[in-house]
C-alpha cells in the first residue's frame, strides 16, 4: 500500500526559510510524479509546485515563484525548500505523488490528478 510521509514544517519569522520533506513507503519501485498543495484557514486547498518523476520540469504557482524550489529524488521522494517566507503562506502543506507519472511534457498541476496524499504538515509564518 503506497503511502506519503511528510516532514519538515514548523514556525517561522516572516522572509526566514522553511524546508518540506515527503517519501513514499510501500511501492518504491514506482517512479512518481510529485507536488505540494496547501491549504489556508478559510480557504480551498491550492497548488504550489510540481514536478517530473524525473527532475526535468518542474512548475509553480505564481505566489511562489522564485521563493520555493521543488525537487525529486530517485522517483519517490521530494522536498520543498521554502525561502523568503510570507504570513500569507501560513498553511497546511501537502505532498501528493501520481501514478502512472504525467507522459513526457506534461505536468500534473491539479488535485485530482494525484492519487496518494501525505498527512499534512502545518507551516506558520510571523510577521
Known amino acids: 500500500q503506497v503511502q506519503l510521509v511528510e516532514s519538515g514544517g514548523g514556525s517561522v519569522q516572516a522572509g526566514g526559510p522553511l524546508n518540506l520533506s515527503c517519501s513514499v513507503t510501500?511501492?518504491?519501485?514506482?517512479?512518481?510524479?510529485m507536488g505540494w498543495f496547501r491549504q489556508a484557514p478559510g480557504k480551498e486547498r491550492e497548488f504550489v509546485a510540481a514536478?517530473?518523476?524525473?527532475?526535468?520540469?518542474a512548475e509553480y504557482a505564481e505566489s511562489v515563484k522564485g521563493r520555493f524550489t521543488i525537487s525529486i529524488d530517485n522517483g519517490d521522494s521530494t522536498r520543498l525548500d521554502m525561502d523568503n517566507l510570507r504570513p500569507e503562506d501560513t498553511a497546511v502543506y501537502y505532498c501528493?505523488?501520481?501514478?502512472?507519472?504525467?507522459?513526457?511534457?506534461?505536468?500534473?498541476?491539479?488535485?485530482?490528478?494525484?492519487?496518494?496524499w501525505g498527512q499534512g504538515t502545518q507551516v506558520t509564518v510571523s510577521s
Open positions: 514536478i517530473t518523476w524525473d527532475g526535468r520540469r
Open positions: 510501500g511501492r518504491t519501485d514506482r517512479s512518481y510524479g
Open positions: 501528493a505523488a501520481e501514478w502512472p507519472p504525467s507522459p513526457i511534457n506534461s505536468i500534473a498541476t491539479v488535485e485530482t490528478e494525484y492519487d496518494y
